[in-house]
Every structure is written in structure tokens, then in C-alpha cells.
């Protein structure tokens, strides 16, 4: 197996993928409807959201299963159906990027809070487990667990998949600029702190992901290579901050936007750059080709 983060050793720069939620939507996601089950009953359509991305030039491309665990599935009466779904989402990104491009099977938060006793941390580390092994079977290079907010959630994520698995771990947490202009989770993590940890942890690489524009994410990345300046960093930004207009919840930052912002996000430390919520295939080819002019 191919490690993305010998290619970065290499000085290498790489494009990743953009949004799955908004593009699962625009295909007819409806509200309520489960996105990992569509890899069951719509595969075509998620393999064109994965072909689309690698068309565009993104070296990596996530994988539909976002909300795969065993937690998140039970809520629409998935709860058994952990390794078919996300097996076949790894399956699917895997058809799309072919042996030149890379998979991250992604693997986001339980909705569960440890500090709440809502779950314990072995009901959590077997959760991940089990959705990291499906995506491993499935064909993913690395296993990305991204938009954490509790700090021992992410930290039990990276230490099962890690375990349990022979791929990459990487993480990513979603920050928000407070009072004072400081990054923060929801749960009070900072970027610095989220280093440190996760690192320790196992991650082979780390970031942030989701809940602000490219601009904001400079800030971030430089925080984190002020306490960690070889660990590799991945940035998956929104296009801009969501606007709610006319019923519907739109992002303002155009392709063009975001490309622009791309020389200040590598400027700052990171290897590794893509898109999160409101980004598109053009938002991708326009950051692919910043960083080729770099």
C-alpha cells in the first residue's frame, strides 16, 4: 500500500477532494434520508460524486461514510448494516480514484458525549473499530476522522483505527474563532492542544476541517506548527461561512475565492488542502491549479 504521507516527505503538495453533504443533496438527498445507505441503492451516484473530484484534479477523495458508525446508522434503523455500508463506500471511492489517486475512508463524530456518560470510551473505541476495519476491507489508503470537537472522542477514534487497521490515521477538528480572536472546539480544544494529543495518539497526520472559510484556517495551521513543525497538515475548508437566503443555506466564496487563499494556507504549513461544506468540483480544479502554479 501506497502512504500519502511518503508523497508528502517528497515536498509534494496535494489537492484533495471537496463536499459530499451539499453534493448528496443537489442529486436528492432528502432531509431525514440516510447519505451511506444511497451506496446500497444509488451507487452510481456516489461514484460520480467521487469521479467528479478526481476529474477536477484532486489527488485524494474521501469515501460516503461520514456518518457510518454503528451510532449514527441505528438512528435509521441501520445499526447492522456498519460493514456493508461503509465497506461499499470504500469500494465505490476506490472504483473512482483508481491505483494513481488516493482513498480516505471518512469517519466522522458519534454524536455521542463521554462527558455526558451517554456512552463509554470501550463503546466508543469499538465503534470505530468496526467502521475503520470495513473501510480498511473496502480498499481505502487512509482512514480519516475528521469534524471531532471532543478531544477523547477523536483520541479513542485514532487509537482504533490505528490498532485495528494497516492504513494511515488521520484527524481533523472543527474550530471556531472566539472572543479574543482564539480558535476553539465547542468543547473548549484548541488547535495547539488537538496537536499535541492526537499526535501522541498515533495520527500520522492532522488538520482541521469544516465551520470556516479559508481565510480563518491560516490562523489555525499556524497555531499548530507552533507546537509541531513535521507532522503533516491537511486543511478542509468551507466556501466561506454559510448564509441562510431565500430558505436555503448557500456559501459564498467563490472558486476563485478560495484559490486565492490557497498560497497563505501552504505559506502557513499545510500539505495537504481541500474543501469541506458549499465546495464544489470547480472549487477543487481551481485550488489544483493554485497549487500548480506554486
Not at 23 to 36: D, M, S
Not at 90 to 99: H, K, Q, V
Not at 245 to 252: H, L, S
Request: hydrophobic share 40%.
Amino acid at each position: 500500500m501506497k502512504k500519502i504521507t511518503a508523497e508528502l516527505q517528497k515536498g509534494h503538495i496535494l489537492v484533495s477532494d471537496g463536499a459530499w453533504g451539499t453534493y448528496l443533496q443537489q442529486k436528492g438527498l432528502k432531509p431525514g434520508e440516510c447519505p451511506e445507505e444511497w451506496n446500497i441503492s444509488r451507487p452510481n451516484d456516489v461514484l460520480d460524486i467521487a469521479q467528479s473530484y478526481i476529474t477536477a484534479g484532486a489527488d485524494l477523495i474521501e469515501t460516503n461514510s461520514f456518518g457510518g458508525s454503528r451510532f449514527k446508522l441505528e438512528k435509521y434503523g441501520f445499526g447492522d448494516k456498519v460493514y456493508e455500508f461503509n465497506k461499499a463506500a470504500a469500494e465505490i471511492s476506490r472504483e473512482a480514484a483508481g491505483p494513481k489517486h488516493f482513498v480516505l475512508g471518512s469517519v466522522g463524530p458519534t454524536g455521542k458525549l463521554l462527558m455526558m456518560e451517554e456512552v463509554t470510551e470501550n463503546e466508543l473505541y469499538d465503534a470505530f473499530k468496526e467502521q475503520s476495519m470495513a473501510l480498511e476491507a473496502g480498499g481505502v489508503d487512509a482512514i480519516m476522522i475528521e469534524t471531532m470537537t471532543d478531544l477523547d472522542e477523536a483520541r479513542i477514534a485514532v487509537k482504533a483505527a490505528k490498532e485495528n487497521t494497516n492504513c494511515e490515521v488521520f484527524c481533523t477538528m472543527t474550530f471556531q474563532k472566539i472572543i479574543g480572536g482564539e480558535f476553539r472546539t465547542m468543547m473548549g480544544i484548541s488547535p495547539s492542544e488537538m496537536a499535541e494529543t492526537i499526535v501522541q495518539a498515533g495520527a500520522d497526520l492532522i488538520g482541521t476541517n469544516c465551520g470556516n472559510g479559508m481565510a480563518d484556517m491560516v490562523g489555525m495551521v499556524k497555531e499548530i506548527r507552533s507546537v509541531n513543525s513535521s507532522v503533516p497538515v491537511l486543511v478542509h475548508a468551507n466556501a466561506g461561512m454559510p448564509c441562510f437566503v431565500d430558505g436555503k443555506t448557500t456559501f459564498p466564496e467563490s472558486p476563485e475565492d478560495m484559490a486565492t487563499r490557497v498560497s497563505g494556507i501552504i505559506a502557513a504549513g499545510a500539505n495537504i488542502v481541500g474543501g469541506c461544506c458549499g465546495t464544489t468540483p470547480e472549487h477543487i480544479r481551481e485550488i489544483r491549479d493554485a497549487v500548480k502554479a506554486l
